[in-house]
């Protein structure tokens, strides 16, 4: 017998599964260039923060707990 996502059997929201179709997000911006002429890296809030944002979906089949039985037979 196997539970997959257990925690999701307890609380809707714990093993969640959210994604960003394919060239949709650009993780890192630039804020600007240093006086010596580096520039200046920021992680984007749409990476840190997938819930509040438009562009991830929930993946709906996986995000839901699943429970499995088998049975071996062996002669």
Avoid: C
């Avoid at 809707?12 to 002429?37: R, Y």
């Amino acid at each position: 017998f196997d539970v997959l996502n257990f925690m999701n059997l307890f609380d809707d929201d714990a093993g969640s599964l959210w994604f960003a179709n394919f060239n949709t997000l650009s993780p890192i911006n630039i804020d600007g260039i240093t006086d010596d002429g580096r520039p200046i890296y920021a992680l984007d809030r749409t990476i840190t923060d997938p819930e509040d944002n438009e562009k991830y979906q929930l993946h709906s089949t996986k995000s839901r707990w699943r429970a499995r039985i088998g049975i071996r037979w062996t002669f």
